[in-house]
């Protein structure tokens, strides 16, 4: 796919006018969002962790288990590399930077499907996008993407929103879901480097839970055979574990083949895989209790975990 290139005037443009109408939280420097822009009744869960750890294959997934149980979803991929939804569309669809520059930033122009896409299952399908790197802010691109949204009022019939955030939480524009959502979901496995990144997150979200709705919701274990660091992080701070899933090749595979687990050839397996994905969606749409949970020094976090 070609590399779309966003005028850097009209992203400064448009990151000059911020909202300042609720700080968010001691010292923080992070892009407010329109406070008139809500996402209406549906729940709405944003997946973040380490770079690399699987936070798409979680999402997707968890998008197909919701509307495998009635549900009518709508993930948003927030990620510059675009590639949240294409175990669900089968392929890289244009993003919302990408269609918003080929009418000059006239959003009026736009139609619903210039930018929403049909996944597996039913679940809809839209790539937020980024700036070209070093020349403007994520948080820009997912308050447009959620003003798309509500404009073309498809947010009106969506039950669950699902934000799959890029990596490790530094810049307050990749926190910008964090405005939107009920409950911060972290994907992290069982090392060090994964769970010194949950510990970074959980810091974004106590500081966006100040002045927004968003609560930790808790772990996913991912490529996980055991879980015994993260159960030793989570003692500590006030988190828990809600859905582990092994290190399966058969994960790996369902990328490879662009599917979701759900179109994978069914084995003992496969069909473990996707009952936990079914189980975490039902106890999410019943809801779950917000947990309160303290970060970690960076020095304790290294004292912490390991093998005596």
């Not at 008139?36 to 979680?58: D, E, M, P, Q, R």
């Not at 520059?101 to 299952?121: I, K, M, Q, W």
């Not at 060090?192 to 100040?210: H, L, P």
């Amino acid at each position: 796919m070609d590399t779309v290139t966003v005028p850097l005037s009209a992203l400064k443009t448009r990151n000059s006018k911020t909202a300042p109408s609720r700080a968010d939280g001691e010292g923080s420097v992070q892009v407010q969002m329109d406070p008139n822009i809500k996402l209406g009744t549906a729940k709405v869960f944003a997946v973040y962790g380490k770079g690399g750890i699987g936070k798409s294959t979680t999402s997707s997934n968890l998008s197909v288990a919701f509307s495998k149980i009635g549900k009518r979803v709508l993930q948003i991929g927030c990620d510059p590399k675009h590639d949240s939804t294409f175990t669900l569309t089968k392929c890289l669809v244009p993003t919302v930077i990408d269609v918003l520059e080929s009418v000059e930033f006239h959003a009026e122009e736009l139609r619903t499907e210039d930018f929403v896409f049909p996944g597996y299952n039913g679940v809809m399908c839209v790539e937020a996008g980024g700036p070209p790197a070093g020349t403007g802010c994520g948080g820009y691109v997912v308050g447009q993407t959620v003003k798309l949204l509500k404009e073309h009022h498809l947010l009106e019939d969506t039950d669950v929103v699902i934000f799959d955030v890029l990596g490790d939480v530094v810049c307050g524009g990749f926190a910008a879901p964090l405005q939107h959502a009920d409950r911060a979901l972290i994907v992290t496995a069982n090392d060090f480097d994964s769970i010194f990144a949950m510990n970074r997150i959980i810091g974004a979200i106590q500081a966006k839970s100040k002045n927004y709705n968003v609560r930790l919701g808790g772990v996913i274990a991912n490529r996980s055979d055991a879980t015994d660091q993260i159960d030793k992080f989570n003692d500590v701070v006030g988190l828990k574990t809600m859905a582990r899933f092994p290190a399966l090749d058969v994960i790996r595979k369902s990328r490879l083949k662009k599917s979701t687990l759900f179109e994978m050839d069914a084995s003992p397996e496969v069909e473990a895989v996707q009952q936990e994905y079914l189980r975490l969606a039902a106890q999410l749409w019943q809801g779950t209790d917000p947990l309160v949970a303290t970060p970690m020094r960076d020095r304790d976090i290294f004292d912490l975990l390991g093998f005596d």
